[in-house]
């Protein structure tokens, strides 16, 4: 049985950071495709970013060089390092896992989700 676990999420001020991390269990992580999804209250679930079985990254136009994803393939992690946070940030951010090793956009796991809010 697969299993993503969030942690890292919390209340920062607007400019700060926070680094989420996602432990997986139950299946072979490096085969895998990772990411991370957001979802602010009234909107849909958003693809924040991901990451390939090979280390390939894409990241939603909103977070470019603010946030980076990536993976530790020996500890079975996905982390999300997120600099200059802005209140728009402020979400649900959940771990996923994709159906291969090259796809997240459609997520076969979901985490429970770690809470995010950036406000002053």
């Known amino acids: 049985q697969v299993q993503l676990v969030e942690s890292g999420g919390g209340l920062v001020q607007p400019g700060g950071s926070l680094r989420l991390s996602c432990a997986a269990s139950?299946?072979?992580?490096?085969?895998?495709?990772m990411g991370w999804y957001r979802q602010a209250p009234g909107y849909e679930r958003e693809l924040v970013a991901g990451i390939t079985k090979t280390g390939t990254t894409s990241y939603a136009d909103s977070v470019k060089g603010r946030f980076t994803i990536s993976r530790d393939n020996a500890q079975n992690m996905v982390y999300l390092q997120m600099n200059s946070l802005l209140p728009g940030d402020t979400a649900v951010y959940y771990c996923?896992?994709?159906?291969?090793?090259?796809?997240?956009?459609?997520?076969?796991?979901w985490g429970r989700g770690t809470q995010v809010t950036v406000s002053s």
């Open positions: 996923i896992r994709g159906p291969d090793g090259l796809r997240y956009g459609t997520p076969r796991y």
């Open positions: 139950g299946s072979i992580f490096s085969m895998y495709a």
